[in-house]
T-cell receptor, first 115, second 111 residues
Framework: DTAVSQTPKYLVTQMGNDKSIKCEQN?????MYWYKQDSKKFLKIMFS???????INETVPNRFSPKSPDKAHLNLHINSLELGDSAVYFC??????????????FGPGTRLTVL | QKEVEQDPGPLSVPEGAIVSLNCTYS??????FMWYRQYSRKGPELLMY????GNKEDGRFTAQVDKSSKYISLFIRDSQPSDSATYLC???????????FGRGTSLIVHP
């Protein structure tokens, strides 16, 4: 039974297109995150939602828009895709943001390739 | 200079070896230190979690933090081929719990 799931697993698209990635967690967690892992393997936080409210918004182009319809889901919509958006995008969730022993559980990742 | 430095490897060792993985950091406000393991084409999973300086042991894994030197280590005893993965260190400040990750060290344990 998958704890954090993402769809699609792979996404290949042309520059300029708009695409969405979906994330769902069945752990009952309050907080969800989007991370980007580039080709050099650096994992960087993009957004975080706590109880459907945006709490972290790192320096990310406004072409990226997260949406949390409920606590169990956090989707990422990307407009006007660029070559530099090619990366692996990871969704994660945790029990409660801001607690010292909060553990993040990661999804399997969505490998986005922009041609 | 990045906040967290980690040698990307790859580090190749024979089965049974003791493995030492390390990270250095520049932000003295970091208080929480983590090691994640990431298998190929999978998401990272938390291995070890340490607060402040000291050692923590869990089975074959030992995490060490030396805050005075801004240096953390993960030791793996009796390494197994199933330990082959990328190991990412991560750390965060007390008041803000979003971790800053190192780029990961690729470990290959060959039979």
């Amino acid at each position: 039974d998958t704890a954090v799931s993402q769809t699609p697993k792979y996404l290949v698209t042309q520059m300029g297109n708009d695409k969405s990635i979906k994330c769902e967690q069945n752990l009952g967690h309050d907080t969800m995150y989007w991370y980007k892992q580039d080709s050099k393997k650096f994992l960087k936080i993009m957004f975080s939602y706590n109880n459907k409210e945006l709490i972290i918004n790192e320096t990310v182009p406004n072409r990226f828009s997260p949406k949390s319809p409920d606590k169990a889901h956090l989707n990422l919509h990307i407009n006007s895709l660029e070559l530099g958006d090619s990366a692996v995008y990871f969704c994660a969730s945790s029990q409660a943001y801001g607690t010292s022993t909060d553990t993040q559980y990661f999804g399997p990742g969505t490998r986005l390739t922009v041609l | 200079q990045k906040e967290v430095e980690q040698d990307p490897g790859p580090l190749s060792v024979p089965e049974g070896a003791i493995v030492s993985l390390n990270c250095t950091y520049s932000n003295s406000a970091f208080q929480y230190f983590m090691w994640y393991r990431q298998y190929s084409r999978k998401g990272p999973e938390l291995l070890m979690y340490t607060y402040s300086s000291g050692n923590k042991e869990d089975g074959r894994f030992t995490a060490q933090v030396d805050k005075s030197s801004k240096y953390i280590s993960l030791f793996i005893r009796d390494s197994q081929p199933s330990d082959s993965a990328t190991y990412l260190c991560a750390m965060s400040e007390g008041g803000s719990y979003i971790p800053t990750f190192g780029r990961g060290t690729s470990l290959i344990v060959h039979p």
